[in-house]
């Protein structure tokens, strides 16, 4: 379909500007790169990226639920001999799946104004979230999954049961990425069960699974129930084979984030609902000195105009949520989505400890632009019914695809305007400028002083060593093939155990990266051993000020 291939543009071009400002991996997405290429060891990653649970749960630590996101770009990854910019290629693959997948389904929904609503979404979303759409860090690629589960969740309503299976595994992707995703996929999925229970019962008189009177003539292996179970399973095996090898587990961890002591009050319901209401309407919204945003008067008014469209629309079109159709069951069964997701962020931001957790929210926009979209698409629809029942308008049956294309193009005439929350700055250009050069030096370090095959201690001291530097060279070796340890400040075992410092052999070189600024001290100013060699990466104009030095130690 044309409209799901255009939506797709954008994260091409996102693409080619990535890889043109030099990307590498470095920091958070070189610990990304470490656990794809992870996937094909004997020690393949059973759950997500860490979290940062600790801030607000003292003595908690929670990795995010699951690592779906490794394995799919696993694929291209290995099969580029792991070149670096297969990663972001890899990702804009599977974002591009995830938006050509809403438009799509959209279109199975209703037709084509389904598929000028998804599309209009996608749009705004890259626009608001631009290129780190295309960029492995777990935040980033929740995003899309969580839009594509948005208008499966719309279809399930509507009662098009074959979109279970792909409700299971967008819904999943967007999950097991990022834990906000995944407490709002929790909350979206516990109404769809609800609904779907009732219906079971309306239909066939008994509790699922129990069949009843009714039985399907579908071979059993190709129900959607079935797909979808036998998908959650595959889908979910690894966080469950953590549950069994890790203790505490992670599960434990990520349960005890939501129910354990907090170190401090939590921000509260209407402190959430404000903040929610700046994403249902964002334009004018001023952010906090703390993080929480607040909506000016006519966002906060908007806000209100929203909720209650969508209430009011659930409600006169409520006989779909019985028999999964009716008078206005398209615009109630998308209205009823997108409560239950404004319910669930309100829900989900209420529990953050400090209002500066509350930008997570912004990770989950598409939620907030959904509601948005359908609540104005709910009110074109009236409009164009009490004119046609006034005999202002004469009935024209391209009348309701005509008011939902101009709903979309006016969503589309406000992409320019619409505040961009991510992009590539200036300064994370800086940070792979320096990243790709110190990579650059410890090969070349390495290859002259170090030996081919000789295992490698990598140690990072000082803010940026440690945190952008160290990870960046680390994931650069793995790739190339060498045997590389470093250490974690995690204080729980790690399915990367396998890789801390303590395992490596004797016989292992270390590569020490230290830094200052200007003149100062190094942030390592006793050498821990005897130095083979040394190279100095020294700044460069747009890169960070820092001077960087590599020490390789017997």
Not at 2 to 25: E, I, N, Q, S
Not at 57 to 74: I, K, Q, R, T
Not at 408 to 421: R, T, Y
């Amino acid at each position: 379909m044309l409209g799901a291939a255009l939506v797709c543009l954008p994260l091409l071009y996102f693409v080619v500007t990535v890889l043109a400002h030099g990307w590498v991996p470095q920091g958070d997405e070189a610990l990304v790169a470490v656990r794809i290429h992870d996937v094909w060891s004997v020690h393949p990653p059973l759950v997500g990226m860490r979290s940062t649970s600790s801030v607000s749960s003292p003595g908690v630590y929670a990795h995010h639920p699951g690592p779906l996101e490794f394995y799919l770009l696993a694929i291209p990854y290995t099969l580029t001999g792991f070149a670096p910019w297969s990663i972001i290629v890899g990702d804009a693959i599977v974002a591009s799946f995830f938006a050509a997948l809403a438009v799509w389904h959209a279109y199975r929904a209703i037709g084509l104004n389904g598929a000028w609503i998804a599309a209009a979404l996608v749009l705004l979303t890259e626009r608001s979230f631009g290129h780190v759409l295309v960029q492995p860090l777990n935040t980033w690629p929740a995003v899309l999954a969580l839009l594509a589960a948005l208008v499966l969740a719309w279809r399930l309503v509507l009662g098009q049961y074959k979109a279970l299976p792909w409700y299971v595994g967008c819904a999943t992707y967007a999950a097991q990425a990022q834990v906000i995703d995944f407490a709002v996929v929790a909350v979206l999925s516990a109404f769809l069960a609800a609904l779907g229970l009732l219906r079971w019962w309306d239909r066939r008189g008994t509790v699922w699974p129990i069949p009843g009177a009714v039985t399907s003539g579908m071979s059993q292996w190709r129900r959607p129930g079935v797909v979808s179970v036998g998908l959650l399973i595959v889908l979910w095996l690894p966080p469950m084979v953590d549950v069994l090898v890790d203790h505490p587990s992670n599960l434990s961890e990520l349960v005890a984030t939501f129910s354990g002591s907090h170190s401090g009050p939590m921000v509260g319901l209407w402190t959430s609902a404000k903040d929610v209401a700046a994403l249902l309407v964002p334009f004018g919204a001023r952010l906090g000195p703390l993080g929480a945003a607040t909506p000016d008067v006519a966002g906060a008014l908007g806000a209100l105009l929203v909720i209650a469209v969508l209430i009011h629309t659930v409600w006169t079109g409520r006989g779909v949520f019985r028999q999964g159709r009716g008078r206005d069951g398209a615009v109630a069964s998308a209205a009823a989505v997108a409560l239950v997701a404004a319910g669930a962020l309100v829900w989900t931001g209420s529990h953050a400890v400090y209002p500066l957790q509350l930008l997570y929210l912004n990770l989950v926009q598409p939620a907030a632009l959904f509601a948005s979209l359908v609540a104005v698409w709910a009110v074109c629809r009236r409009v164009v019914r009490q004119l046609v029942s006034s005999g202002r308008l004469r009935p024209w049956r391209g009348a309701s695809g005509a008011i939902t294309a101009s709903l979309a193009a006016l969503a589309l005439a406000a992409i320019p305007v619409l505040p961009a929350v991510h992009n590539v700055t200036q300064q994370s250009q800086g940070d792979q400028r320096l990243a790709g050069r110190v990579v650059a030096a410890a090969a070349d370090l390495l290859g002259t002083h170090g030996g081919l095959h000789r295992p490698v201690v990598v140690r990072g001291y000082g803010t940026t060593s440690y945190g952008s530097l160290a990870p960046a060279v680390s994931s650069a070796l793995i790739a190339d093939g060498r045997t590389v340890y470093f250490d974690s400040v995690w204080p729980l075992r790690q399915d990367d155990e396998f890789r801390r410092s303590h395992e490596a052999p004797t016989y292992s070189h270390r590569l020490i990266i230290r830094e200052r600024t200007g003149t100062g001290p190094w942030s390592l100013t006793t050498v821990p051993g005897r130095t083979v060699a040394t190279t100095v990466v020294v700044p460069r104009t747009g890169d960070p000020q820092i001077t960087v030095e590599l020490l390789l130690l017997a």
